[in-house]
């Protein structure tokens, strides 16, 4: 189950925005049922592409407890069962995220080149879905693949996509470049302007290799990155 303390701002910009194409695909596979939207004001914009009945708009203003009643109803009407744990249960639960956290810090620090890998592997995987998002949109893309950056070009816009692979994943990251070269009026000059999206190679609680904003995100699929980026492009060169 799926709940969103609504503020203005939600679905339109950082990550709230894969989160919320996140919600309406999956609700295109399910139904509507495994989410709820609370506001945390009174005054707020109805989210795009939200019915209005799912907006529980009569929490806000509320305490807290409220609206963990209101959580915990709707949880048990989809037909699940809300446990509450002792001490001892919370404190091996704590024990156990921070084994993770350890676990995967560990891995990010270490300079072992099979750990490094994992990271030119989730770039390689990232530049093929980028090659077959594009074809989708138009086969003729001239796209310039290199071993640790791809890009693609339209009058003077740049989109490039280029993988740092340094000694640790710690120290390495991606960046997502969209640059647009300087015109004098006469000819393109080698001046330039760039805006860059960086993400980190991390390790998601199963332990699997995937990109970060910064730590303490959520995760963000290749997909996403190439989605945005191309969507960003597009509305450059169009």
């Given at each position: 189950?799926?709940?969103?303390?609504?503020?203005?701002?939600?679905?339109?910009?950082?990550?709230?925005?894969?989160?919320?194409?996140?919600?309406?695909?999956?609700?295109?596979?399910?139904?509507?049922?495994?989410?709820?939207?609370?506001?945390?004001?009174?005054?707020?914009?109805?989210?795009?592409?939200?019915?209005?009945?799912?907006?529980?708009?009569?929490?806000?203003?509320?305490?807290?407890?409220?609206?963990?009643?209101?959580?915990?109803?709707?949880?048990?009407?989809?037909?699940?069962?809300?446990?509450?744990?002792?001490?001892?249960?919370?404190?091996?639960?704590?024990?156990?995220?921070?084994?993770?956290?350890?676990?995967?810090?560990?891995?990010?620090?270490?300079?072992?080149?099979?750990?490094?890998?994992?990271?030119?592997e989730l770039f390689y995987d990232l530049k093929k879905i980028f090659i077959g998002t594009l074809h989708q949109i138009d086969k003729n893309w001239l796209i310039k693949?290199?071993?640790?950056?791809?890009?693609?070009?339209?009058?003077?816009?740049?989109?490039?996509?280029?993988?740092?692979?340094?000694?640790?994943?710690?120290?390495?990251?991606?960046?997502?470049?969209?640059?647009?070269?300087?015109?004098?009026?006469?000819?393109?000059?080698?001046?330039?302007?760039?805006?860059?999206?960086?993400?980190?190679?991390?390790?998601?609680?199963?332990?699997?290799?995937?990109?970060?904003?910064?730590?303490?995100?959520?995760?963000?699929?290749?997909?996403?990155?190439?989605?945005?980026?191309?969507?960003?492009?597009?509305?450059?060169?169009?």
């Amino acid at each position: 189950m799926v709940i969103i303390f609504f503020r203005d701002g939600w679905g339109e910009r950082g990550m709230t925005i894969f989160e919320k194409n996140g919600i309406i695909d999956r609700e295109t596979q399910e139904s509507d049922s495994f989410y709820m939207i609370l506001p945390t004001s009174s005054n707020f914009t109805l989210p795009s592409g939200f019915l209005k009945a799912k907006i529980y708009a009569g929490s806000f203003g509320r305490d807290y407890k409220s609206d963990a009643q209101e959580i915990m109803s709707r949880y048990n009407n989809l037909g699940f069962k809300v446990i509450t744990k002792n001490i001892v249960e919370k404190i091996k639960d704590l024990q156990e995220i921070k084994n993770a956290e350890l676990k995967r810090e560990n891995l990010l620090n270490s300079y072992d080149k099979n750990v490094v890998d994992l990271g030119d592997e989730l770039f390689y995987d990232l530049k093929k879905i980028f090659i077959g998002t594009l074809h989708q949109i138009d086969k003729n893309w001239l796209i310039k693949n290199e071993q640790n950056h791809i890009s693609i070009r339209n009058g003077r816009y740049i989109l490039i996509m280029a993988w740092w692979r340094e000694y640790s994943l710690k120290e390495s990251h991606l960046n997502v470049i969209l640059r647009e070269l300087e015109d004098n009026g006469f000819e393109h000059t080698n001046k330039y302007y760039d805006v860059t999206d960086t993400y980190y190679p991390n390790f998601d609680i199963v332990d699997k290799i995937c990109w970060k904003i910064n730590s303490s995100e959520n995760s963000v699929s290749n997909q996403d990155i190439c989605d945005k980026a191309i969507e960003k492009f597009y509305k450059k060169i169009l």
